[in-house]
């Protein structure tokens, strides 16, 4: 870069950093106005080779646009600066405050400073004896000159100002108090508490319906002013109070660090006082998973991991001394049609297989959709003598050469090994022989006749031993190419002919033939000699009847179909060959025997597999029972990756284990932490059932060396007379395996295969659904608790939920509960859970919550639900399209649709006109008809609709003491109009994508553009450097790119492009179906008992009448006697602004008994009874706070009655208490005669609070305050 390039300011600034660079430990900050300029100056500075000693970085706000900077980001650019790896710093106004740093003694203003404030903070970053302070100025410009001059007149008059201050008063009351928590030393105090809960509270889950935020309650008490926290419907708590302070502003700051203190307790705020996704608890299980789940491509990473060999099979495991006595396996083969034979076969090996192997069953996929049943009978053991060995395991080594390395037999001699030192790279011991079944009987042994004849073919033997002509009669012998043979030897051998390069089986010799016969009308003789070249020296001989050599194929998938006629489909193909043309190579390898040994390589592979599923099998019954309720053909198909292309596969059980995974560890998350938000317990589960999470979980436990993830390649296939050629070790595994796709299938003395991490982690999704198919739910919670992921509750969790639902009761005159319970067909035990699962957040007068976190876990329970719907359905769906149809059944559209269906929208309890207003839009463009809907736009979906079934299916669950069939039931009956996919819409946006990617077509999908409060959204098509395009435009950018797409797909299929594929429609019309059922329900569900509070709020003293209730977002004064308390009773309502001033009532002279104690009940009693350990608390101070604390309005005393002489003056007092709950109750409590006006006020009171305890409206340990 030379001069020109930079301007003067740029230069400038490059002089003073030269100038200052090489002295000790110099560090500098640099402010500029402009975040785009501080990326600029970064990027200038960090190229210039003069300035190499400079370390530079740039430090930008959070909220700064698209390019903004992480808080992480930033915390980390500040601590490298701290510590010296980073000495300049090109820095917006967000560096002006919070940087404490000691050895910054250069400063730099780029651009000047905007405020007096701003000029003194960036001045005070340097903090070093001789720092420096530098302002750039234009040369000229006297407004900037003038300026400057501005900021250094203030900060003298401030200086002033603060020299000459007289007062010497101390303010001891401004103390701040603070909190701190011991583990991390973090603290917060009353001078950020303010901002801190707002923060909280900002976080907070919101729609554009709702903004939540905290409001302020004032009350005079006696000892000062009490300040009374109301937190949003979906925070952890609803109140709190803080203590007596002098003055609002403290009692503020003062009940805003209790409500934090109390956020932490809960779990609401993370160990450093934030705000976070999660609770503290369990730690260690989740802060792994959500760190490595901000890298979003780290579970697409491949590594190198081991592939286990079964231990059985293993020849470190094996004594090969001799006798040897091996477990003889019969291999039985039941071919489908039966018209071909094959060569019985055994399996021997060292130890007995398990029983499960022993009972495995397998189809061999072939050609032309011939199928093989192959399965294995244990028939006892067999000893094998040192010349047996030799020979067997020469028999293997010779047929897997033709098997897999035949090329060696184009050659006239072939070397067969057969010594221990082949044992060095083999993986596996084991061996495959032919077997003959005795005349009589039921008896099976070792065909060594055909073993030996084989061996003794010439090919084994030593040339210079062979003799050059054979000895046989001209009727029984036949001339081949190398030598003359007896037609016996020829019968039933394999032969090799050079002039095609290819491996023929001989089956028979045609006597009727010769090559003077006539082929193809001419003669054999005249086809070889024009095809090949090649005259024929012995046509006079008959011709052979051969049957050309297989090549190995993977038999474990399903082979494409031929397209061929009916009857050739059975049909084998033979061809006729002149033995002069033809070299023997094994004698004895018949068609038979080719036919088995086609066979079982394809079926030792699945043998191998479910070996290691049954080891698996086995490591986890040694851990936990319930492993025994698995099959190992469960765990092996959990283990098997698509990739294997076999017919069995995990995804189907991994759909299954994951949607079952999001429920119990939500259902856990939402019953152990009761301080999450619905946000904060979605961040939870999500750091658990993540693919990071899971895929640590999984090496934990060795899960990936189980895992089957590659095809069955036959020229990788392993065996003892076979050993593996790619010797791996410690010091040759980096330069063996490569990342690379050619690679990937190398098979090495380490059995390494590349793995994907997600593929690591699907293994535990897959495992899951696999133990809940055969073993229900129970198996399921008791493999999770291996792997490592806590699932279980206490009762008396779900119990606190159910009685904290109580609260909810006040609601009962917003809805009518008996209607919907009917709507839905269930009758809640506990009323406020229904009534929950309906509010609104930005409905908020009342002191219950919302439906938010109910939602959270219908979510969840709901996503399974359908899942297992889909799977037992549809057994014949592939996962993706089970996901595909889970989506659509679960999606907020089908939801919302149901909802206005079902009529359930009606009952819901909202607070906000614009909601309102796009329920009704919504409910009214589902009520028309359909030839109506296509001309007018689909207004947006309000979320809240689908929202509210999911929260209702919740408030089953939780009610029903996690039942799930009654769960069930009610899905079924809400989504049935869902579920019967009549009419599928797959989303617009994916559904272009796909076509797009069908047709090799250019997606254009530009940013949305915000104009007039909405957002304006392109989707273009590149068709052969044509643009197709459409735009809408909508308040929801998604909902306009929807309209968007469906306007282009259209456009698209008028052009003529659809899908290659079926459609889902299709495909579902076609499939076969089942009845559906829920899968794995096997646990007892929770005894609940019914919910008596909402009896005890029909309980009336007085009048009743209808409350009409309201509650701003406001801070309130309240003048009476209230004391701190934070519980809440059942029935409560929120209070009214005119509600809450309390007045001194005027003196009445009327007398009244006191008829709410029961007789015989002295003050000495009810003292004892309702006050117990209240220390310097009276009877009427509790009753205020117990009103305050329930939401009523507070309790007005009344002087009725005033008797006696002037000095033995007597007075009676009335107390009235309007209890609000599903109807208002009017209390009024009469004092009997007492000297003192305060003592029969306190009388009044204690007969109150002795009619609410015995009502149930203030629980017996409600008044030990």
Not at 832 to 848: D, M, Q, R, T, Y
Request: glycine share 6%; with cysteine; charged share 25%.
């Amino acid at each position: 870069m030379v001069e020109p390039f930079f301007s003067n300011k740029i230069m400038v600034l490059i002089n003073i950093l030269s100038r200052y660079r090489l002295e000790e430990n110099m560090k500098c900050i640099v402010f500029v106005k402009r975040i785009t300029v501080a990326r600029a100056i970064a990027h200038i500075l960090q190229n210039l080779k003069g300035l190499d000693l400079w370390k530079c970085e740039f430090l930008v706000g959070r909220h700064s646009g698209p390019k903004n900077m992480s808080r992480q980001k930033m915390d980390a650019i500040v601590e490298n600066f701290s510590s010296g790896e980073v000495n300049l710093l090109i820095a917006t106004s967000v560096g002006e405050e919070g940087l404490d740093i000691q050895t910054c003694c250069l400063v730099v203003r780029f651009d000047l400073p905007e405020t007096v404030a701003s000029f003194i903070q960036s001045r005070g970053r340097a903090r070093m004896t001789n720092s420096k302070y530098v302002v750039l100025l234009e040369r000229g410009n006297h407004s900037e000159e003038k300026l400057l001059n501005d900021y250094i007149d203030g900060e003298g008059i401030m200086n002033g100002e603060i020299d000459l201050r007289t007062s010497n008063d101390v303010f001891d009351h401004l103390e701040e108090k603070s909190y701190q928590v011991e583990k991390t030393g973090a603290s917060i105090s009353t001078a950020c508490s303010v901002s801190l809960l707002h923060r909280y509270c900002y976080n907070l889950p919101k729609d554009m319906f709702f903004n939540p935020s905290p409001a302020f309650i004032y009350i005079d008490d006696t000892e000062g002013i009490i300040c009374r926290v109301i937190l949003p419907p979906n925070a952890a708590f609803r109140q709190v109070d803080g203590q007596p302070c002098q003055s609002n502003d403290e009692a503020k700051r003062d009940a805003c660090l209790e409500a934090l203190v109390k956020l932490y307790e809960l779990g609401a705020l993370t160990d450093f006082l934030l705000p976070g996704s999660g609770s503290r608890k369990n730690k260690a299980s989740t802060t792994n998973g959500s760190a490595s789940n901000s890298h979003d491509d780290e579970s697409l990473r491949e590594e190198l991991h081991e592939m286990l060999i079964p231990t059985i099979l293993k020849p470190s495991t094996c004594k090969l001394d001799c006798p040897l006595n091996l477990h003889f396996y019969y291999i039985q083969f039941f071919p489908i049609p039966a018209d071909r034979h094959y060569r019985i076969f055994g399996l021997f090996v060292i130890n007995p297989l398990p029983m499960e192997a022993e009972k495995l069953e397998v189809d061999l996929h072939l050609a032309r959709g011939r199928i093989v049943k192959a399965g294995m009978k244990h028939l006892g053991t067999i000893s094998f003598d040192e010349e047996q060995m030799m020979l067997a395991r020469n028999f293997q080594e010779m047929f897997l050469k033709v098997l897999l390395d035949r090329s060696e037999f184009t050659v006239s001699h072939v070397m067969l090994l057969g010594n221990s030192e082949t044992l060095q790279f083999n993986s596996t011991f084991y061996l495959l022989l032919p077997i003959k079944q005795e005349l009589y009987g039921d008896i099976f042994m070792i065909d060594w006749p055909t073993v030996k004849r084989c061996l003794s073919s010439p090919v084994f033997k030593d040339p210079t031993g062979v003799s050059a002509h054979g000895s046989y009669l001209p009727d029984e012998s036949l001339r081949l190419l190398d030598n003359m043979y007896s037609k016996t030897d020829v019968v039933g051998s394999l032969i090799f002919a050079p002039h095609i390069k290819t491996f023929f089986v001989i089956h028979v010799i045609l006597n009727e033939l010769n090559a003077r016969s006539e082929y193809d009308g001419a003669t054999y003789e005249d086809h070889y000699k024009e095809r090949f070249g090649i005259k024929l020296s012995h046509p006079e001989q008959p011709l052979l009847h051969a049957k050309q050599l297989f090549n190995l194929h993977n038999l474990l998938h399903d082979r494409l179909r031929e397209t061929t006629e009916g009857g050739r489909e059975l049909m084998e193909h033979f061809v006729e060959l002149p033995p002069e043309l033809c070299s023997l190579k094994i004698i004895g390898f018949s068609k038979d025997m080719c036919s088995s040994l086609s066979l079982l390589p394809s079926l030792m592979c699945r043998l191998e597999n479910l070996l290691v599923a049954i080891e698996l099998k086995d490591v986890m019954l040694s851990s936990f029972s319930e492993a025994s309720q698995i099959s190992a053909s469960g765990i092996l198909e959990a283990l098997t990756t698509e990739r294997c292309l076999e017919r069995i596969s995990l995804e189907r059980f991994e759909v299954l284990g994951d949607a079952f995974l999001k429920y119990v560890v939500g259902r856990h998350n939402f019953l152990t932490y009761e301080g999450l938000d619905e946000g904060q317990l979605t961040s939870r589960r999500s750091a658990i059932v993540n693919n990071s999470h899971l895929y640590e979980l999984s090496i934990k436990r060795n899960l990936q060396v189980y895992i089957r993830d590659q095809h069955f390649e036959p020229t990788q296939f392993i065996a003892l007379g076979r050993p593996c050629k790619v010797v791996c070790s410690a010091d040759t595994e980096v330069n063996i395996h490569t990342d690379s796709r050619e690679n990937c299938n190398l098979r090495c003395t380490k059995s390494h295969h590349w793995l994907h991490r997600k593929t690591i982690a699907d293994a535990v999704e897959s495992l899951v659904g696999a133990f809940l198919v055969e073993g229900g739910f129970k198996a399921a919670f008791a493999f999770l608790h291996w792997v490592g992921i806590d699932v279980d509750f206490k009762d008396s969790s779900l119990y606190r939920v159910l009685d904290a639902s109580s609260i909810n009761l006040s609601l009962t005159n917003h809805t009518d509960v008996d209607e919907l319970e009917e709507l839905i067909g269930y009758n809640f035990k506990h009323k406020g859970l229904i009534l929950e699962a309906f509010v609104h957040p930005s409905f908020n007068k009342h002191s219950g919550g919302c439906y938010q976190k109910l939602e959270f876990l219908g979510d969840a329970v709901l996503e399974y639900l359908i899942t297992s719907y889909l799977y037992s359905a549809y057994p014949d769906l592939k996962p993706g399209q089970i996901t595909d149809l889970k989506s659509l059944a679960v999606s907020n559209n089908s939801l919302a649709y149901v909802a206005v269906q079902k009529g359930i929208h009606k009952y819901l309890i909202k607070d906000s006109n614009y909601l309102s207003t796009a329920v009704n839009k919504f409910e009214n463009y589902i009520r028309l008809p359909n030839s109506e809907k296509d001309l007018v736009e689909e207004p947006a979906c309000p979320k809240v609709l689908g929202d509210i079934v999911e929260s209702c299916v919740a408030a089953v669950l939780l009610d029903s003491g996690f039942n799930l069939n009654y769960v069930w039931t009610l899905v079924l009956m809400l989504l049935e109009p869902v579920l019967s996919f009549s009419d599928m819409h797959m989303n617009p946006m994916r559904e272009i994508r796909e076509l797009c990617q069908c047709h090799e077509l250019e997606l254009g999908l530009p940013e949305p553009m915000k104009a007039d409060g909405e957002y304006h959204v392109k989707v273009e098509v590149n068709i052969n450097s044509q643009v197709i395009s459409s735009a809408a435009a909508n308040r929801n950018s998604k909902v306009a790119r929807k309209f968007a797409a469906q306007e282009t797909l259209s456009k698209l299929k008028n052009y003529g492009y659809t899908h290659k594929n079926k459609s889902l429609e299709e495909i579902l019309r076609d499939a076969r179906k089942k009845e559906p059922e829920l899968l794995g329900y096997n646990e007892e569900p929770i005894k609940v008992e019914a919910d008596i509070s909402a009896e005890m709020n029909n309980l009336k003293i007085g009048k009743e009448r209808d409350a009409n209730i309201s509650f701003q977002n406001t801070e309130i004064s309240i003048r009476g006697t209230l004391r701190t308390s934070s519980q809440r009773t059942a029935g409560n309502t929120m209070f009214s602004k005119d509600d809450v001033s309390i007045e001194r009532n005027n003196q009445l002279k009327v007398a009244k008994q006191n008829a709410c104690l029961p007789k015989g009940t002295t003050q000495k009693n009810i003292r004892k009874e309702y006050h117990g350990d209240m220390v310097n608390k009276t009877a009427k101070s509790f009753l205020f706070e117990v009103c305050a604390v329930s939401y009523w309005k507070p309790p007005e005393f009344e002087l009725c009655k005033e008797e006696g002489p002037s000095h033995l003056r007597r007075f009676t007092y009335k107390v009235t208490v309007q209890i609000r709950g599903p109807s208002e109750t009017l209390l009024e409590c009469y004092s009997d005669a007492q000297l003192q006006k305060k003592a029969a006020q306190e009388h009044a009171a204690q007969g109150a609070l002795w009619y609410l305890r015995q009502h149930g409206y203030l629980p017996k340990d409600e008044v030990r305050v």
